[in-house]
Nanobody, 116 residues
Framework: QVQLVESGGGLVQPGGSLRLSCAAP????????MAWFRQAPGKQRELVAA???????NYAESVKGRFSISRDFAKNTVSLQMNSLTPEDTAVYYC??????????WGKGTTVTVSS
């Protein structure tokens, strides 16, 4: 059973930065795609950023220029560097991974709160 474990969430002031990380301990294959989603209170879960094996990235319009996704393909990890955070970025952030064959995995989520 593949498990995704997120870390790095917390409380940060507006304008600050946080780095989220996600690891898949025990996974022996490279995921075709890894991504970060988020869900704010009362809202639907949305894609924040994704990266496929070839390195192509995709970002939500609301985070372009502020967030950066990166992957360590050897370690099967994905990180999300978040800069210039605003209260609108407050949400539970979820790591997601897909094997390219229809199987998809989710982490339990890590909470990011942007508040003064």
């Amino acid at each position: 059973q593949v498990q995704l474990v997120e870390s790095g969430g917390g409380l940060v002031q507006p304008g600050g930065s946080l780095r989220l990380s996600c690891a898949a301990p025990g996974s022996v294959f490279a995921f075709a795609a890894m991504a970060w989603f988020r869900q704010a209170p009362g809202k639907q879960r949305e894609l924040v950023a994704a990266m496929v094996l070839g390195g192509t990235t995709n970002y939500a319009e609301s985070v372009k220029g502020r967030f950066s996704i990166s992957r360590d393909f050897a370690k099967n990890t994905v990180s999300l560097q978040m800069n210039s955070l605003t209260p609108e970025d407050t949400a539970v952030y979820y790591c997601n991974a897909g094997d390219g064959g229809g199987l998809e995995y989710w982490g339990k989520g890590t909470t990011v709160t942007v508040s003064s």
